[in-house]
């Protein structure tokens, strides 16, 4: 349920509002806008509350949401969440570039992979320390130590770090090392985690199970802002179809509709989306276009021999260069912006 205010409507009256609803045993959630504030209640109600709630001085509406998500809807907040980090806006008007290698190999791989990103106008680092892989006899990351050599690299070359979290018992070490946390396709659903990851305040990527519906994924984001960590962000990185020719298939459709249930930044992966080199520079393109806040992009300089296998998706530096020199050119017509680099990264310039 939500209690609506005008903006002509005293903060002293909107605290006494909140008050009240908290004396009910409920949690109150103030969304300030420009026209109207919004106040979000979790919890149970009865009816005769909601009828109290509407004939309070101060209150416009007070309107049932319908949704089994409800701090994760639009409704429940209707301004879109702009995530904070470090001088960088996820969900603002800057288009975020998230670069880097499937996997953390070497510290000399990471910290050469760093300078590159940043050469090229990215602002986050990626990199997985842990990987959840099909196969058990696959390479399955090289652990804590990875966490370090990707944090040292970030810190040295100015960019964030994003990496992969897969069980509740690494959320605090992997938080310590990273800026963001990423829950991959096969823990969306992974309820002990969510929940645990809603106990910090670290910002958290949720990528998009592969056969689940939008309204499933918006329910996997709400476990995380129902237990306190509103800093949420959706990543479509495609879901299986019958097509076999792609790794998956990205569904674009997914940003626009995402954008209008939710007030979640959107992140696309076109790497994992498509599983193709060649098809990753289009695909983000398209996903720009779709309007998202910013995209996670498999990036290595030798990715021909990467450890995961996933080089085939993987773009080489220049690609990666090239690409963010055309957004910045497509992110304005997007309602966007994008800086990059100021000299194109060569073929073959970076370190072997």
Request: aromatic content about 6%; glycine content about 10%.
């Given at each position: 349920m939500i209690v609506v205010t005008s903006n002509k409507t005293s903060q002293e009256r909107i605290n006494e509002i909140v008050r009240y609803i908290e004396k009910h045993g409920l949690s109150a959630h103030v969304s300030m806008g420009e026209d109207r504030t919004v106040i979000g209640i979790v919890g149970k109600f009865d009816s005769q509350l909601a009828e109290h709630l509407r004939q309070m001085s101060g209150v416009e509406q007070v309107v049932r949401i319908s949704k089994s998500y409800k701090m994760a809807s639009r409704e429940f907040h209707p301004a879109d969440t702009v995530i904070k980090i470090k001088g960088v806006e996820i969900g603002g008007s800057e288009l975020v570039i998230m670069g880097g290698p499937c996997a953390v190999e070497t510290p000399e791989q990471i910290d050469e992979i760093a300078r590159l990103v940043k050469l090229a106008g990215g602002q986050v680092l990626r990199g997985g320390a842990f990987k959840p892989r099909t196969g058990p006899y696959s390479f399955q990351g090289i652990g804590t130590e990875g966490l370090k050599w990707m944090k040292d690299a970030g810190e040295k070359h100015g960019l964030l770090t994003i990496t992969e979290v897969m069980t509740p018992?690494?959320?605090?070490?992997?938080?310590?090392?990273?800026?963001?946390?990423?829950?991959?396709?096969?823990?969306?659903?992974?309820?002990d985690l969510l929940r645990k990851l809603g106990t910090i305040q670290t910002p958290v990527l949720l990528k998009r199970g592969f056969s689940s519906t939008y309204?499933?994924?918006l329910n996997a984001a709400e476990y995380i802002l129902a237990g306190g960590n509103p800093n949420v962000m959706l990543c479509e990185r495609g879901i299986r179809t019958f097509e076999s020719y792609?790794?998956?298939?990205?569904?674009?459709?997914?940003?626009?509709v995402l954008k209008s249930l939710s007030h979640l930044p959107v992140i696309s992966d076109p790497s994992h989306g498509t599983g193709r080199r060649e098809l990753v520079v289009p695909m983000t393109k398209a996903s720009v276009a779709a309007g998202c806040d910013g995209l996670i992009i498999e990036m290595h300089t030798d990715p021909d021999n990467s450890m995961t296998g996933d080089g085939v998706q993987s773009l080489f530096p220049d690609q990666f260069s090239d690409l963010l020199a055309d957004l910045?050119?497509?992110?304005?017509?997007?309602?966007?912006?994008?800086?990059?680099?100021?000299?194109?990264?060569?073929?073959?310039?970076?370190?072997k």
């Amino acid at each position: 349920m939500i209690v609506v205010t005008s903006n002509k409507t005293s903060q002293e009256r909107i605290n006494e509002i909140v008050r009240y609803i908290e004396k009910h045993g409920l949690s109150a959630h103030v969304s300030m806008g420009e026209d109207r504030t919004v106040i979000g209640i979790v919890g149970k109600f009865d009816s005769q509350l909601a009828e109290h709630l509407r004939q309070m001085s101060g209150v416009e509406q007070v309107v049932r949401i319908s949704k089994s998500y409800k701090m994760a809807s639009r409704e429940f907040h209707p301004a879109d969440t702009v995530i904070k980090i470090k001088g960088v806006e996820i969900g603002g008007s800057e288009l975020v570039i998230m670069g880097g290698p499937c996997a953390v190999e070497t510290p000399e791989q990471i910290d050469e992979i760093a300078r590159l990103v940043k050469l090229a106008g990215g602002q986050v680092l990626r990199g997985g320390a842990f990987k959840p892989r099909t196969g058990p006899y696959s390479f399955q990351g090289i652990g804590t130590e990875g966490l370090k050599w990707m944090k040292d690299a970030g810190e040295k070359h100015g960019l964030l770090t994003i990496t992969e979290v897969m069980t509740p018992e690494y959320v605090d070490i992997c938080a310590e090392y990273a800026d963001i946390l990423q829950v991959g396709t096969r823990n969306m659903q992974n309820f002990d985690l969510l929940r645990k990851l809603g106990t910090i305040q670290t910002p958290v990527l949720l990528k998009r199970g592969f056969s689940s519906t939008y309204d499933e994924f918006l329910n996997a984001a709400e476990y995380i802002l129902a237990g306190g960590n509103p800093n949420v962000m959706l990543c479509e990185r495609g879901i299986r179809t019958f097509e076999s020719y792609t790794r998956n298939t990205l569904d674009l459709a997914a940003i626009p509709v995402l954008k209008s249930l939710s007030h979640l930044p959107v992140i696309s992966d076109p790497s994992h989306g498509t599983g193709r080199r060649e098809l990753v520079v289009p695909m983000t393109k398209a996903s720009v276009a779709a309007g998202c806040d910013g995209l996670i992009i498999e990036m290595h300089t030798d990715p021909d021999n990467s450890m995961t296998g996933d080089g085939v998706q993987s773009l080489f530096p220049d690609q990666f260069s090239d690409l963010l020199a055309d957004l910045e050119k497509l992110a304005p017509l997007c309602g966007k912006t994008l800086n990059t680099r100021k000299e194109p990264i060569l073929a073959g310039s970076w370190k072997k």
